[in-house]
């Protein structure tokens, strides 16, 4: 028996049909075991010494292919082709030597650029030992952002409280936008104006030229800065007569892309298909794995991690077969077009992403793939074929009309594409290009010809500043700046953006003020880590070590010895003097100048205290120096999440009806909050209540002396938090009374003749009937539900996620079915009543059996041993006298009173 061990279940499926029936293939379900997220897993002290860790829910797949490979003679590590994919397999080994499982077992690595039976079987034929090379680049890389993340993220959380931790690219990353928003604001538009005639040839045609020379000198672009200038130039040019001077004609060649690597398919993706760069390789990721076609599973790209641009012989042989047979000769070049990588540190050499088969048209998958999926491979497609076929021709002509003085020039230029080439298949897109590849055609004019002039236009123009990245143009900066590496891009981007440092807007990156503080913060305290060549030398040398040129250890021992010297500075570095450098040179984007030309920094309350930046519990905020006389606080924007930087003054709303109390809407550090009344009113409206009169005396007993009134403590203010999807901008006097007169009573249950009333609990918007909490739905409104929704919503199963009808039926274990559905915090697995929520990003329909069955087991690992009614007996008798909500129901958490938070006695650094 032979055994061999792949990432994913997708992957397994597919090579196990290629192979015999003395094969076993088994799905490791990506990296097996990790530095355990808890500081001193990285032990620099101890040669670098590190400590792995199983993740509980890779063990079962750890003791499956331990019990299988205990049986057989050969293990195959087929691990992806790559640092990683390497790392995985060097992993899975170390696992199985230390349990004892190889003993007599011959163990080799096998890779393949392509899962197609041919491609499996060559690697199969011709395996390899494990490239000790790479797996120490892994080793470095991984310990580098390990020591870098535990290291520098409690200095951040200690002196910035209210940020997150900080990682070694992707503070770079943040550095690149940060620092082109600031561009942005420093921005000064400028104006310019050009000037563009109409002329009639003497065959009677148009042809519009702008201005480019006056006075026999060139114009440069601001030489007409203002409208005076230009109507000057614009009455010289009326007055003048004009001829052609010149035609200039030459045929131009326009050659065709290389196919794509990992960086160019992301940037790509995101102009031309609008996909996200981690979507853009979850979708590559599933037609590499391959695609059930006719019964058979296929894979219909190579590797979609590289950086090469080179293509195999035979799919170049491909390729040229299919233009030939599709375009004609006319658009095969004379010679296969051989392409070689200009990215800067391109790691282990692949080839570029291609179609494994260019046979096989995108029209013959329409009804195999879903839509993402197609469009994703049509482009690789024509990518990949459009990089074989010939160059276009454009003529180009340019024609330059003069005045009879020759004080004046006009230029007109047009191209025509005379031969289409590899254009007739695919045109790349630019972000940053104004270049338009439609033909204009200019009409037919030689030297000397009179030419009329009919018409001037001046038009007025503004400089614009540069633009905010893109996923593709961020992609883009970064891979020529050599930071990061094509297989990070996407979790980098994604890091980002969890962490709230940056947001999306009109698909171009905006930092938040967050991010904007840890930039600052890291360039003023740690300038050199974030520093590109430093961050770019980095990556350099760490291929060094994959390249077996320099040791794994003197990389670290380098690096570390000036880092935690650095950390080591600022030990005894004071928030005040944190808040001064960030104060200073975040001062132009937190108050900007003033229209009316005033100080920026003014408190527009007490008008003598001065602004800047502070920092408080929750995070970083505007307040007055005049404090605590003055108590104006300004927050920071809010993050992507709505969270907001620091609280704000409360917003009145109105007076209240019913009580005459003040309603105000207010912003705490768990959201945003409506309150009935404040300290003041509600002291006021205690004192003025009557006191209660003194009981009468019992019959014969003396009247006792008056007692000293008690001190009678006032109520403290009503608050209601705002729900999801109720936004404070929606927030009005009638909308805030009613959120304050929750729970209402909705009616008598028609059944039970029990009442049912709605309100909002710790964790939403919810019904209460007899005891039991249901939670509305997010298309439920708990201030305008009525009594028909609401016994709807009751007399619905209470299975919590598992009563929602499935979306599909994956197959079956032990006679019961295991099942996909969407719940209220994303899709889930289920099987005999257990339910395990699928992985962030994974497409539902993309999930098989196998990897459900995966989640379903570690979720049931995970759960209390004691279950049902026994459980439930064991339970302490005060516990059992407050009545829970069902079992299974997600809206149990809605219980208005939450048990009290423990106070955290450690602190631990998050993973970079």
Same mark, same amino acid.
């Given at each position: ?24 293939? @088994? ?50 590590? %087929? ?107 420093? &921005?000064? %538009? ?104 006719? $019964? ?159 018409? @001037? ?24 700046? +050599? ?50 060549? &430093?961050? %770019? ?77 502070? @920092? ?43 009580? +005459? ?51 009678? %403590? ?75 929704? *609401? ?15 499935? @979306? ?14 969407? $719940? ?11 339910? *395990? ?76």
């Amino acid at each position: 028996m032979k055994v061999v061990v792949v990432e994913s279940p997708a992957k397994a499926k597919t090579i196990n049909k290629y192979l015999g029936s003395d094969f076993r293939v @088994l799905a490791s379900f990506g990296h097996i075991r990790d530095l355990p997220a808890r500081d001193g897993s990285v032990r620099p002290e101890q040669d670098f010494a590190m400590d792995w860790e199983i993740d509980p829910k890779s063990e079962r797949h750890v003791k499956e292919i331990a019990s299988a490979v205990k049986g057989a003679d050969h293990l195959f590590l %087929a691990t992806d082709p790559d640092r990683e994919g390497e790392a995985i397999s060097w992993h899975v080994k170390r696992v199985l030597d230390e349990r004892k499982a190889l003993k007599g077992v011959e163990v080799k690595r096998v890779v393949f650029n392509e899962i197609t039976k041919s491609a499996v079987l060559d690697g199969i034929r011709n395996p390899r030992d494990i490239d000790q090379e790479l797996v120490d680049a892994y080793l470095a890389r991984r310990a580098l952002d390990y020591l870098v993340g535990f290291t520098l993220s409690p200095v951040l959380w200690r002196k910035l409280p209210g940020s997150r931790s900080a990682g070694r690219v992707q503070s770079v990353a943040l550095r690149l936008i940060c620092e082109r928003e600031a561009e942005i604001e420093r &921005f000064v %538009a400028r104006e310019y104006w050009t000037l563009t005639g109409d002329f009639r040839t003497p065959k009677g045609a148009l042809l519009a030229a702008g201005l480019t020379h006056l006075d026999g000198r060139k114009l440069d672009k601001f030489d007409l800065g203002n409208q005076a200038l230009a109507q000057a130039a614009e009455a010289r040019a009326q007055a003048a007569r004009y001829r052609v001077a010149e035609v200039e004609r030459k045929r131009a060649k326009r050659h065709p892309f290389p196919p794509f690597t990992t960086s160019t398919l992301q940037q790509e993706a995101s102009r031309k298909l609008h996909l996200s760069a981690a979507r853009t390789m979850q979708i590559a990721q599933r037609l590499y794995e391959g695609i059930d076609l006719g $019964g058979e599973t296929v894979g219909l790209i190579t590797y979609m991690r590289t950086d090469g641009v080179q293509m195999a012989a035979e799919a170049i042989a491909g390729a040229r077969a299919v233009i030939g047979a599709t375009w004609g000769g006319r658009y095969l070049p004379d010679s296969p077009r051989l392409y070689k990588t200009k990215a800067k540190n391109a790691q282990e050499a692949h080839e570029a992403i291609r179609p494994t088969d260019l046979a096989r048209r995108p029209d013959q998958l329409a009804g195999v793939l879903d839509r993402d999926q197609l469009r994703l491979y049509e482009l690789i497609w024509k990518r990949t074929l459009a990089s074989q076929m010939a160059s276009a021709e454009l003529d180009q002509v340019a024609v330059d009309i003069e005045s009879l003085d020759k004080a004046l020039v006009f230029r007109a230029t047009g191209s025509v594409v005379v031969f289409d080439g590899f254009l007739t298949l695919y045109r790349e897109d630019r972000d940053d290009s104004d270049e338009d590849e439609a033909d204009r055609l200019l009409p037919d004019v030689a030297p000397a010809d009179p030419m009329g002039l009919e018409a @001037l236009r001046p038009e007025q123009h503004f400089t614009q500043p540069p633009p905010r990245f893109t996923e593709a143009s961020l992609v883009k900066r970064l891979e020529e700046l +050599g930071i990061g590496r094509p297989s990070t891009y996407a979790s980098i981007i994604s890091v980002l953006q969890d962490r709230n440092y940056v947001r999306l807007d009109q698909r171009r990156f905006v930092p938040e003020d967050r991010g904007r503080l840890v930039t600052a913060f890291l360039e003023s305290f740690f300038g050199r880590y974030v520093e590109y060549n &430093f961050t %770019a030398d980095l990556e350099n040398q760490l291929d060094d070590i994959s390249g077996g040129r320099i040791a794994w250890r003197t990389v670290l021992e380098g690096f570390w010895q000036a880092f935690s010297a650095s950390v080591e500075d600022t030990r005894d570095l004071r928030v005040a003097e944190v808040l001064d450098a960030l104060d200073a040179l975040l001062g132009p984007h937190f108050f900007p100048e003033r229209e009316d030309g005033g100080d920026p920094r003014s408190c527009p309350t007490c008008h003598s205290g001065r602004l800047s930046l502070k @920092l408080g519990k929750f995070g970083a905020f505007i307040g007055c120096s005049a404090y605590p006389e003055c108590r104006f606080t300004r927050p920071l924007t809010t993050g992507a999440e709505g969270e907001e930087e620091a609280r704000e003054a409360p917003r009145e709303l109105g007076t209240d009806p019913q009580t +005459g109390l003040p309603v105000t809407l207010r912003k705490g550090p768990y959201g945003p909050y409506v309150q009935l009344g404040d300290e003041a009113s509600l002291a006021a409206l205690a004192a003025a209540a009557p006191a209660e009169p003194d009981a009468a005396p019992a019959k014969g007993k003396k009247k006792a002396a008056p007692k000293k009134p008690k001190k009678v %403590a006032a109520p403290k203010p009503k608050r209601v938090s705002l729900y999801r999807g109720l936004e404070p901008a929606d927030i009005t006097l009638d909308v805030a009374c009613r959120l304050l007169a929750l729970p209402r009573e909705l009616g008598i249950h028609p059944d039970s003749r029990k009442p049912i009333s709605a309100g909002v609990g710790r964790f939403g918007p919810y019904l209460l009937h007899d005891g039991v909490y249901r939670s509305l739905t997010k298309d439920d409104d708990v201030l305008t539900i009525g009594m028909n929704r *609401a016994v709807e919503l009751l007399a619905q199963p209470k299975g919590g996620r598992a009563s929602a009808a499935p @979306l599909k039926t994956l197959g079956e274990r032990d006679g019961k079915p295991v099942t996909l559905h969407e $719940g209220r915090y994303g899709p889930y697995a289920s099987w005999n009543g257990t339910h *395990a929520t699928l992985p962030k990003g994974s497409a539902p329909d993309e999930v098989t059996l196998e990897a459900a069955l995966g989640l379903i087991d570690a979720k049931a690992a995970k759960a209390p041993a004691a279950k049902g009614p026994a459980a439930k007996k064991a339970a302490p008798r005060k516990a059992a006298a407050k009545k829970a909500a069902p079992a299974g129901d997600e809206s149990e958490a809605a219980q208005p009173k939450p048990a009290a938070k423990k106070k955290a006695t450690t602190t631990r650094a998050k993973k970079a």
